[in-house]
Structures are given as C-alpha cells and as structure tokens.
C-alpha cells in the first residue's frame, strides 16, 4: 500500500504531525499556504520532510491516502471539499497521533478554563511523581510528543476545532468545564453545532471511562441530553451539592469519590469563582488517577496561574495591576470582574468579534471606577458603558494605557487589563499585548 501523507499547515501541530510520520514510515509532504516559521523549517530539514510554502500542489495534494489538516483550517474551503470528494480521509492530528499510543488520555475542553484546568491537572500529576505528558492545544503537538517521547499519561488541552477532526481517538478522561458562545462563525453561526463540537469530548467512551462536566453551565447540560454518553458522569458544582463528584460551600471545596476530602480556596494561589471550578476539575480528574489527596492539595497551594490569565504582575504604590490579556471574549471578562474584590480600573478593548456586553453591566457598575479603552474603535465599549461610570478614556498602546490607570488610580485599587477582544488591531496577538502591558508595568 502507498503510504503517501499530506499535512497541511506548517504549525506546532502540523510540524508534529510531520515527524510522527516520518517515524511511522509515511512519505509526508507538508503544504503551507502561508510562509512557515524558521524552527519548523528546521526541524522537517533535520527530518528530511518534504514541503512547501506559500501556495498547495494541489495534484500532489489529491494524491494522498491520508491527509492531516490544521485545526485552523475550515472544513469549507474548496481544497478540502475536493480531499474529500475523492475519497481522501481528513483527520487531525489528534486523531494520527492516537493510532500510535496506548497511553491513557485525559482531555479538558470549554470555551473557558480549559488552559488553567488543563495545567492545574498536569502539575498534580507531575508533582505525583507520573510519567506525564501536557499537549493538545497548549505546549508541544501530541503527535510530536509520541513520536519523541514515551509517556504514559497525556493531560491534553482540546479545542472543539481539534476535537471535529476525531473518528476513533478516546479519551479514558474528559472533562468539559462550560460552553459559552464562540467561534460560531466555523459553525454555521449555530450554537448547537458548537455544542456537539464540544460533545465529541465522549466520542468513543465506554462505561470504564469517565465524564467530567459543570452542574451549573446551561449549555453543557444541554449538550449532554442531546448526547449518548456511556461512560460514568461525574458533575461539579458551586450551586448544588452532589453525591459523586465535586462541590463547593463557601472557600471550602467537597470531594466526593470513593475517597472524600475537602480543600480549602484560601490555601490555593487562584481567585475567583471561575478558578474554584477548575480546581474542582483538576482534583477530580486527579482523584482518578489515584493521586493522593495531601499531594493534591500541596500542587494546588503553589500552582502559579497561567501566563496572561488574571496574572498579577506587581504591587506599586498600593496598586495592583492585572494581566488578563487571554481573555478574549465577554464570558472570561465576566469571570475577571467577578473575582475582583478592590475597586477596578478596567482596561478593555480591542477588535470586537460581535461582543453583547450586557452580560458586564451589573459587574461594572458594581466594581469597576473607571475604564481605559485600548483598541481603535472604542464606540461599542462607550454606549455600553457611559452610564455605569464615571470616566471612559481612550488609548492606543498599552504603555499609555498603564500611564493613564496609574494617574488615576488609588491606593488599593487594582488596574485589570482584560479586553473581552480580539488583540489583533494593535498587537500580534493576546500573549503580545500582555508582554507589552507587563513591561509598562514594570517600567512605571
């Protein structure tokens, strides 16, 4: 059989796709249709990988027995609809790399959480003692990691655009920590094509596995009446108590598996309602794995939270400025606002993706002083606003935002950069704008 694989997108996980391949004894060719970054092309050159940039052969393309797309290329496009049309499987690279391992599989997906979940869980594992992998959508490509690597366990970071590539991969573990609108425009503009995205998280479970979701998230629920799940559903909650699984009264967080436990918020270096449920996650997804509850709980008290996630950056003349750069859309904001418990300058703004900020209204008015816009077109954040508080300024960088919140701020306020946007209208990206804010900080 002619073993000829197609990759395209020359990414993190294209490039991981690529050497997995190679050691699999695929011909790979790899296809960019943009210009690929200097370390991938390095690596395919020490991997002898055939590929291309800046356009797709397509003849070769169509002459594939397997082709393995980027999980930011649409299925719409008319190149994958030939792929298909001739019979071609499209897979991820997800779904590759699971052909290749026996590990076992514990995968966090949601629109919100899933990053801080996600590493929150590996620390556990880690400081355990475990031979444990991280990948997915964070760190290194799956396929990159059990090509090079031998782990046993993979905690994996899962987008629902990685997740729509899977036929036969299985997550022994899955966790779903909410659904909130996003990225609907890959859906149709259809929230329950989004759902059963995000569903896809129990693809290929059986009753041995398990399903780890938010009690309280609407959506989610709707999602699981909608699905056939058969492995065992474990909930979450800080609204309800629950029998199997987790729940929180006030700062104290109850663990009820077969082995109980309770830990204590105040002793974990994460605030916010938004963190108590992915702490709740984290431990039980630990819990499973048979970690022990003292060395849970020790991993929690010194977890140190995601760069650009409610990331405190310092303390200067009684002010404490935020990075929430990662927070792109209304939902994380939502989250960032509630967890603050000083008064807030809020920094926000950016390339709006359709933002309905009504959800806010009642968080500004309740905590925020006063807002600094930080985008080029600030006319949505002004008439959702003007009315919950005093001031709205607009800036255009994040070194005169960070000059304008500290002459405005005071003793015990707190300066909170979450932009509930898109970054792309004055930096490179989220993780940008966070390092650009983070140096003003630091050189007020």
């Known amino acids: ?21 190679v050691t699999q004894g695929w011909n790979v060719f790899v296809s ?22 800046g356009s797709h052969d397509v003849e070769r393309i169509l002459n594939a027995n397997l082709v393995i797309k980027s999980p930011g290329i649409p299925d719409k496009i008319e190149l994958i609809q030939n792929i298909k049309a001739k019979g071609i499987s499209v897979i991820s690279e997800i779904e590759f790399a699971g052909w290749y391992t026996n590990a076992t599989m514990i995968g966090i997906s949601g629109t919100n959480g899933k990053t801080t979940t996600t590493m929150l869980t590996y620390k556990i594992l880690k400081d355990a003692g475990l031979n444990v992998g991280l990948g997915g959508n964070i760190g290194q490509s799956l396929a990159r990691q059990v090509a090079l690597n031998n782990f046993d366990i993979y905690v994996l970071e899962l987008s629902s655009f990685q997740l729509d590539g899977n036929e036969k991969f299985k997550l022994h573990i899955a966790c779903l920590t909410n659904i909130t609108p996003d990225h609907l425009d890959r859906y149709d503009y259809k929230i329950e094509n989004y759902i059963a995205s995000k569903m896809r998280l129990t693809l290929n479970q059986t009753n041995e596995d398990y399903f780890i979701y938010c009690q309280d998230d609407a959506l989610s629920l709707v999602g699981i009446k909608n699905t056939n799940i058969p492995s065992k559903m474990i909930p979450f909650s800080l609204n309800n108590t629950v029998e199997f699984g987790a729940y929180a009264i006030a700062n104290i967080i109850h663990i009820q598996l077969e082995k109980k436990y309770t830990l204590d918020m105040q002793e974990i270096n994460l605030r916010g ?11 039980v997804i630990s819990n499973l794995i048979d970690v022990r509850k003292d060395s849970i709980r020790e991993s929690l008290s010194n977890f140190q939270n995601v760069e650009h996630r409610l990331e405190v950056v310092a303390k200067t003349n ?37 933002n309905n900020y009504a959800d806010l209204k009642a968080l500004v008015k309740d905590k925020v002083k006063m807002i600094i816009c930080m985008g080029l077109d600030n006319m949505k954040i002004h008439q959702a606003f003007q009315g919950d508080v005093d001031l ?9 935002a960070v000059h304008v919140a500290s002459r405005m701020a005071a003793n015990g306020d707190a300066v909170l950069l979450s932009p509930a946007c898109a970054s792309f209208d004055l ?5 940008d704008r966070g390092r650009q804010f983070k140096a003003a900080v630091r050189n007020l």
């Open 427 to 431: 930096f490179e990206d989220y993780e």
């Open 1 to 21: 059989m002619n073993k000829n694989l197609i990759i395209l997108g020359a990414g993190e996980s294209g490039t991981g796709a690529a050497i997995l391949g």
């Open 32 to 53: 960019d249709k943009g210009q690929i970054g200097e370390k991938y092309k390095a690596e395919m050159l020490q991997f002898n990988i055939d590929w291309e940039e």
């Open 273 to 283: 309602k938004h963190n108590a449920y992915n702490t709740m996650a984290a431990a």
């Open 318 to 354: 009684g002010i404490e400025y935020i990075n929430d750069s990662k927070a792109t859309n209304v939902n994380s904001t939502w989250y960032a606002l509630e967890s603050m418990d000083k008064p807030v300058i809020w920094i926000a703004g950016g390339v709006d993706k359709g």
């Open 392 to 400: 709205i300024i607009n800036t255009l960088s994040a070194k005169e």
